[in-house]
């Protein structure tokens, strides 16, 4: 395997405010120029042109233009490279045009002329500025190197001639079957603003770690498939790495966020159109009770459909007031009368987004300026104790900034052309008639945690605004558990399960499913494991994932809601291995405490998310997972009954004073010990000496086989530093060795 251009450390530095153009020229540039094969003698730094056209008053002035690398092979200017730093832009920019006055100034008139900031690399051919010829970000750059060679290096050129060989496919055929599981990935949720900002939902995947799955599991051009695409996270990041994409939901409101923000539109229309809907809405803005009155008799409000039960109101229109009401339904009018239909429904994103926020559900947050609905913070319709007045007028603008920046980010992956290989579909995963066997390359995929939330249900004020119909028939296919129509776990277990069986009908063999699930009764992740491995899938392991910020349910239910959640990967192959069952004579609760104690003992306490991803993968790995669903539909009875709880760090441990009750390694059962009792001492301000220590853990110990002193000796010099010459202390946690047993 080829060593990469970059490493972490170095892409790391990047996000340093302190790396700056300079850093971008010394540090990304010239690598990537040395590895094209451009000797020094080839590379022309800051090179001084005369600007050919420029005069000031009636005298002609000498202004130098001054690019900072052209590239030169044998006597031609091949190619004009500009340094920007990292906040500025390389594509759809002055800097563009700034690269192209160089490259086609009458002293250089290169073939190509190229932009990079240290996080991308724009090239484009200097009779053909529209869209950049080969477009990748840094870290990205090993699976694009092979182009930038075929088009840049020295040796692409012929001299005498005006053009270039053209790119070559790559030689390196991706190996589906080759496949590596990913560990977990550090979330950037924030980090895109394609995703965030842009309109609220009910649970959304962090994007980078979905678009490090697309890239992992499949290639360019292959088709991606996420049959409950949620707001299109999968769909989105699969387009923006240049795969095709598929995107079903019986949510109409999902489908509408997803092909408003994707609709492709040109910024100056869509600011023209904004600031045109923007100052008529302000000529006609209702302010008096006569104004409100008038605008509620002439434009329609939402419609006036039933809210969920438990929600604090009966109907949609109950969760605002008329001044709020009269305001909506104004801006709508405007927005609808747009002709254009991408800038329509563009529009009407951010309409959206409005009533996201101006509505009596809306929470605002008393730490941080921002807040939430109802719907997203709490899943169900809570008047606000106390609803805020929201500048009508200057949420707008946010909203209009939020999707013009969602749109600058994606517009060059995603344009009039790239949009067709994408499809965002109304329908059910458990029907994908509409694609063939063995279409599609691979699947993402979260679907519905049981009855976590009931999208339909809490969708309703949104669809009642957007004019978007929900059948019966859609509630019947939603596969969730509870809610308005009183969905049973059966419903649930069949809905999903039959979902299963389309996925591996549509993929193609020696391809990838991986399905998101977070739940804490093991009956579920049985029924996925076992209607995969029934259809054909062979499950390949499970990976836990963080998933972003602890949400707002986690924190008031700490014992019945989940923050993490476990990717299960399985591949679809010929001749799959099944999971062997573990032997029913097997004691089940002594696997779940063997289990328990070993994640608390490795992590030196453990969280509920933690247990129960361990509890859940060597159910998997070791074939009990059948055994727990009949026991345990929950293991937090369990878990409170048989080991010590902190409520402030929300951590699991052994009970103090307590043995392990099953069999631990040794050194392992001695480090949970010395740090669990010197933290205590730590705690007292005291440092214990040795043999108050041994003396201490020793009789914890003695289930199996009692250790030598200079074996707690040994542990402890690893985890632990000397006060003195006899007494101990723990190490800092930025000393302290986590790995080893």
């Known amino acids: 395997m080829k060593e990469k251009l970059f490493s972490s450390s170095t892409l790391n530095k990047i996000s340093n405010p302190d790396f700056k153009e300079d850093s971008v020229k010394e540090i990304i540039i010239l690598p990537i120029l040395e590895r094209l094969g451009y000797k020094r003698e080839n590379i022309i730094r800051s090179k001084s042109l005369k600007h050919p056209f420029l005069k000031v008053g009636s005298k002609k002035r000498s202004v130098k233009l001054i690019p900072d690398y052209v590239l030169k092979v044998k006597d031609n200017f091949v190619c004009v490279l500009e340094a920007k730093a990292p906040n500025q832009k390389v594509i759809n920019s002055d800097n563009v045009e700034q690269a192209y006055s160089y490259a086609f100034h009458p002293e250089i008139k290169s073939i190509y002329f190229a932009l990079c900031n240290g996080l991308e690399f724009s090239l484009f051919r200097t009779l053909s500025t529209d869209e950049p010829i080969l477009y990748f970000k840094i870290e990205d750059i090993d699976e694009n190197l092979e182009k930038l060679i075929a088009l840049l290096s020295p040796s692409s050129f012929q001299n005498g001639k005006s053009f270039v060989y053209e790119v070559r496919e790559t030689s390196v055929q991706f190996d589906y079957n080759n496949r590596t599981l990913l560990k977990e990935i550090k979330v950037e949720k924030q980090a895109a603003k394609r995703h965030f900002g842009v309109h609220g939902y009910f649970t959304k995947q962090s994007w980078n770690v979905v678009a490090e799955y697309i890239k992992n599991y499949s290639k360019s051009s292959d088709l991606v498939l996420d049959p409950f695409g949620g707001s299109g996270v999968t769909a989105i990041e699969a387009l923006m790495n240049g795969r095709k994409a598929v995107s079903v939901d019986l949510n109409p409101m999902a489908v509408f966020l997803v092909k408003s923000l994707l609709a492709p539109v040109k910024q100056f229309e869509l600011a023209q159109a904004f600031e045109e809907v923007k100052n008529e809405y302000i000529r006609k803005e209702p302010k008096t009770e006569e104004e409100i009155q008038k605008i509620l008799k002439k434009y329609p409000g939402p419609k006036k459909l039933a809210l969920p039960k438990g929600s604090d109101v009966d109907t949609v229109d109950k969760l605002f007031n008329k001044k709020q009401i009269s305001q909506l339904a104004l801006l709508k009018s405007l927005i609808k009368k747009q002709k254009n239909e991408n800038i329509r429904s563009s529009l009407l994103l951010m309409f959206s987004g409005m009533v996201t926020r101006i509505n009596l559900t809306y929470h605002a947050s008393k730490t941080r300026g921002g807040g939430d609905c109802a719907a997203f913070r709490y899943y169900r319709y809570r008047i606000a104790p106390d609803p805020k007045n929201i500048d009508f007028i200057k949420f707008f603008d946010l909203r209009y900034q939020k999707v013009s920046e969602a749109k600058k980010e994606i517009e060059y992956f995603i344009t009039d052309k790239t949009i067709l290989n994408a499809q965002i579909l109304k329908g059910t995963a458990a029907d994908l008639s509409f694609l063939g066997n063995e279409s599609v390359d691979y699947i993402y995929t979260d679907p519905p945690y049981g009855k976590k939330i009931p999208y339909l249900d ?158 859940i993968i060597k159910g998997l790995e070791l074939g009990f997972l059948d055994l727990l669903k009949k026991e345990y539909s929950d293991i937090t009875p369990f878990l409170l009954e048989n080991f010590d709880y902190d409520k402030q760090t929300k951590i699991f441990s052994i009970k103090e004073n307590a043995k392990f009750q099953t069999h631990i390694d040794v050194k392992l059962r001695i480090r949970y010990y010395l740090i669990s009792y010197l933290r205590r001492m ?60």
């Open 682 to 741: 730590e705690s007292e301000n005291k440092a214990p000496t040795f043999n108050e220590i041994v003396f201490r853990i020793l009789p914890l110990l003695k289930n199996g086989i009692t250790p030598e002193e200079q074996t707690i000796l040994n542990v402890l010099e690893d985890i632990g530093q000397r006060v003195g010459e006899s007494n101990w202390k723990l190490k800092q946690d930025g000393q302290l060795s986590l790995g080893g047993f």
């Open 458 to 615: 809490l969708s309703v004020m949104w669809n009642a605004w957007l004019d978007l119909d929900v059948t019966e028939e859609d509630y019947e296919k939603e596969a969730i558990e509870g809610g308005e129509h009183h969905k049973s776990k059966n419903d649930y277990n069949s809905l999903i399960a039959q979902s299963i069986m389309e996925m591996y009908r549509v993929l193609r063999f020696d391809r990838w499913l991986s399905f998101v699930f977070a739940h804490k009764d093991p009956e579920f992740w049985h029924l996925i494991v076992n209607t995969a491995e029934s259809c054909g899938f062979e499950y390949v392991g499970a990976v836990s994932q963080k998933n972003g910020q602890t949400s707002f349910k986690k924190r008031q239910n700490p014992f019945t809601v989940l923050s993490g959640q476990l990717i299960i990967n399985f591949h679809k192959v010929k001749n799959p291995k099944t999971i062997m069952k573990a032997n029913c004579g097997m004691n089940i609760t002594d696997m779940i405490t063997q289990t328990i104690e070993g994640i608390i003992a490795k992590n030196d306490g453990a969280t509920l998310e933690q247990i129960n991803d361990e509890l």
